[in-house]
Structures are given as structure tokens and as C-alpha cells.
């Protein structure tokens, strides 16, 4: 990271003079404030019945990119009758909920079509794409086009953007500062990406840590058998392997209806249990329960919640343990509680068996998916589980709450280094784009 916040011999202009706007401040002396008529031409080519000669585009926070049409994703219309043509080095803007929408201008890279709600425009001779990109980019970050809203969703009229000034330098020197923005931003993004993939790193050294512990101990040189279960392989050899349901009891969640919910006693949703191996000691979520509910219905210390239902196998039967009872709560109709016979399971243990890879190939072997997947309770029990010693569970759950906590301790640290060069980069740009470095 340091090579990339290297310190840079910062140039200035010779001469400044103020810009007339608050937030911009002083501009280099030769630099001039045109307005957007003199420098964008609005383009308007429907596609009409031709959408089929054309890629579908999509103006997201990574810039313009390409949609697959054959593996759609999210929303698509009917038809695209009355999307737009857009070429390469077209900007698109998005000049409607501009305080909402998290990327507001884009330089398309790609010829293909786009939704006719965007305004696509192209610049005139005698400016550099890439200056005004990063000029948009610095400006849309911070929402500073602010003062041109219009109404309830927050509206550019075309007529206001084009009276709007951009400040520019001379065309050589737009090229200049574009191309040492290109540079750095590259270098920025490099550096970005490698920590981003060390925190991968670190996530999967994790699972490996967690699945060799829970199915093989912490011990190397233990005698192994066989589990007779396929995908488990072999265990030690004085650990059992027993179904789920002859370890504790079950139960679904509750169903009411939307009156039940918004006030009263804790309540566990699907969201609190799909991807958390540990239930959140504080619940948001409120249901008015009855007694009997919250009796039928608890969470307390040792109990591990299922998903049970999705759009598909792989997100079936995500867990989660409670390590301390949460007082008067119930959970979802979307979850199965486990709740394991006393002293049969350390919760430690819990949290990191049913939270690693060991039982997900029994969901995709087990699983009939018909419309939606649904996890049963009676197919539950059957799932084959590891029981150790207690003693030997209490030191498996310790050892991985230190390596979690070692681990997440790196990945923090790595995030934090990530937003300190994102921050540069934004830093860098605005520098760039407002003459407070001098670049060429």
C-alpha cells in the first residue's frame, strides 16, 4: 500500500483565481468555466425493434458493464423497443433520483443499448472523455450536483445540465491529467483487488481450519475409522457418529400472520440466522407472542436454528447457534430449532460443526427440490453428525474461537487498508479534475 501512497512532489499552478463556487474554491488562473451546451451533444436512437443487434448495458457503481441475456439476472422487460443506442465514449447519466442512485455518470467502454430513462450523451471536439469522466465521477461522489435537483426525486432538467459549468483546462492538458489519473487509479485498483484476495485467503484458510477440527480433532497423530458416511470419510476413532434426531429435538418456527409482528418480544427472522453461525445477542426483530409462544417457541443457550426453505438446495439448511439464551424470543416459520439433549453438545463446538462444509453434501444428496427447496424436520434428524468427548468438543470450540478471532483481526485490518486507498483515490481525483495538483 505504501508503494502506491507514495509520497508525490506536488506541483501547483503559477496563478489561481476563485471559481465562484463554495465547495470547488480557487481554479488555476487559465483554466475556464464552460457551459455544458458548449460541451455535450444529446444523443436519442431508439433501438425499436432492432434490440436484438444489441448488447444490453447497465450503468452500475464498477461504470457501464455488460448484461448476460442468456443468464439473466434481476429485472428485464418485455421488450426493449424503447431502450436507447449507445456507442463507445458515450456518457450515460442517470438525471433522475440522483441522490439515490449510487453511480450517477458513466463512460461506456461498449456499443449496445441502454434504458431510455438514462440521458446518453456524447462530447464535442475539443474535450477529452477521460477528463470529463473523472471530472462527473469526483462531482457525483459527494452528490455535488445537489443544487440542481428538481421535485420529490431529486431531477436534473436537461436544460439545467446543460446550463451547468464544468471547469477545463486546455485539451492537452485534460489528456495529460486523464492519463496520469488512468495510471494511478490502475495502480490503486491493483493494489485494492490483491488485499481484497488475501481477505479471501484468510476466509477460506478459516473453513479449512474449521472443517479439519470438527471432523478430524486437533490431535495429528490420533487413530482414524471409518464413519461410514461418504463425504465424511474417516474420524478419529473414539468419536461416534450418530443422526441428528437421536442427539436432541426439533421444531419449526412460528406462522402468523403480518399483524403478529412489528411490536412486542424478540423475534428471529430467517436474516438473522442465513450466513451468521452465531444468533445476534440482540434482536431487532419484535412479534406479539403469548406465553404459550414463547414457551413452545424459545431460544436459549445451546439451541442451533436452521434455514428451511429457499429458492434453492445450496442456501438449505444454513445454521446458527445461540450461545446465550435470548430472554422471550421466538423465531421464524422459515427455521427449524435443534435444541440437543443436555450435555450432549458444547455450543462452541455447535457453532463451528453445523457452521463448515461437513453436512452441506447431505442437503444437495437429500434434497427433492420441487418449486421452492424445503428442509423437513424428519429429514433433518436423519443427518449424520460427529459427536467427540465434551472435553475434546470445549477444546475444538476454543481453538477455532481463536482462530476466528485472529482471523476476522486480519481481515479488518485489510479493510481498513482498502478504504484508506479508496479514500486516496477519491483524494487523488478531485485533486486532479479541480487543478489542485498540477499534473502536466
Not at 458416511?229 to 436432541?248: A, N, Q, R, T
Not at 412489528?262 to 453461525?277: A, E, M, Q, T
Request: charged share 30%; proline share 4%; glycine share 6%.
Amino acid at each position: 500500500m505504501e508503494d502506491v501512497m507514495e509520497k508525490m512532489t506536488i506541483e501547483k499552478y503559477a496563478a489561481y483565481k476563485d471559481s465562484g463556487v463554495e465547495w470547488l474554491g480557487e481554479i488555476p488562473d487559465h483554466w475556464e468555466a464552460l457551459s455544458n451546451k458548449f460541451i455535450f451533444r444529446l444523443k436519442k436512437v431508439q433501438v425499436g425493434k432492432r434490440s436484438n443487434e444489441y448488447v444490453l448495458l447497465s450503468l452500475t457503481l464498477n461504470g457501464i458493464i455488460k448484461r448476460d441475456m442468456e443468464n439473466p439476472q434481476g429485472k428485464f422487460p418485455a421488450e426493449f423497443d424503447t431502450y436507447q443506442e449507445v456507442k463507445k465514449g458515450d456518457f450515460v447519466f442517470c438525471l433522475f433520483d440522483v441522490e439515490e442512485t449510487p453511480r450517477a455518470v458513466g463512460l461506456s467502454p461498449f456499443d449496445g443499448m441502454i434504458t431510455g430513462a438514462y440521458t446518453v450523451m456524447e462530447p464535442n471536439n475539443g474535450f477529452d472523455r477521460g477528463f470529463l469522466y473523472y471530472f462527473y465521477l469526483n462531482l457525483d461522489a459527494d452528490k455535488r450536483m445537489k443544487p440542481l435537483y428538481k421535485g420529490l426525486r431529486n431531477v436534473i432538467p436537461k436544460e439545467t445540465f446543460f446550463s451547468f459549468k464544468t471547469f477545463v483546462p486546455p485539451l492537452d492538458e485534460q489528456t495529460s491529467i486523464a492519463s496520469f489519473l488512468d495510471r494511478k487509479t490502475a495502480q490503486i485498483e491493483k493494489a485494492i483487488a490483491q488485499k481484497e484476495a488475501l481477505i479471501e485467503l484468510l476466509k477460506e484458510r478459516r473453513q479449512i481450519l474449521i472443517h479439519k477440527a470438527v471432523t478430524r480433532g486437533l490431535d495429528p497423530n490420533v487413530k482414524m475409522k471409518d464413519s461410514g458416511v461418504e463425504w465424511i470419510g474417516e474420524i478419529p476413532e473414539h468419536w461416534e457418529v450418530k443422526p441428528l434426531g437421536f442427539s436432541g429435538k426439533t421444531q419449526n418456527g412460528i406462522s402468523k400472520g403480518a399483524d403478529y409482528f412489528g411490536s412486542g418480544f424478540p423475534f428471529l427472522s430467517y436474516g438473522d440466522v442465513y450466513k451468521n453461525i452465531e444468533l445476534p445477542k440482540h434482536v431487532d426483530g419484535l412479534a406479539e407472542s403469548s406465553d404459550a409462544d414463547r414457551k413452545q417457541y424459545s431460544v436459549i443457550e445451546g439451541d442451533v436454528l436452521f434455514t428451511r426453505t429457499s429458492e434453492t438446495v445450496e442456501e438449505i439448511g444454513f445454521a446458527s447457534t445461540c450461545t446465550c439464551t435470548i430472554l422471550n424470543a421466538t423465531f421464524s416459520g422459515f427455521l427449524i430449532r435443534f435444541r440437543p439433549n443436555r450435555n450432549i453438545l458444547d455450543k462452541y463446538f455447535s457453532k463451528y460443526y453445523f457452521s463448515s462444509k461437513t453436512h452441506r453434501a447431505f442437503f444437495v444428496k437429500e434434497m427433492n427440490l420441487v418449486i421452492r427447496a424445503s428442509l423437513s424436520q424428519e429429514l433433518l434428524k436423519k443427518m449424520p453428525i460427529l459427536i467427540p468427548s465434551k472435553d475434546e468438543q470445549v477444546e475444538i470450540g476454543n481453538y477455532l474461537e481463536n482462530v476466528s478471532t485472529k482471523t476476522f483481526a486480519a481481515i479488518v485490518m485489510k479493510e481498513k487498508e482498502i478504504e484508506k486507498l479508496k479514500e486516496y483515490k477519491a483524494t487523488l481525483i478531485n485533486a486532479g479534475v479541480t487543478g489542485k495538483i498540477k499534473v502536466a
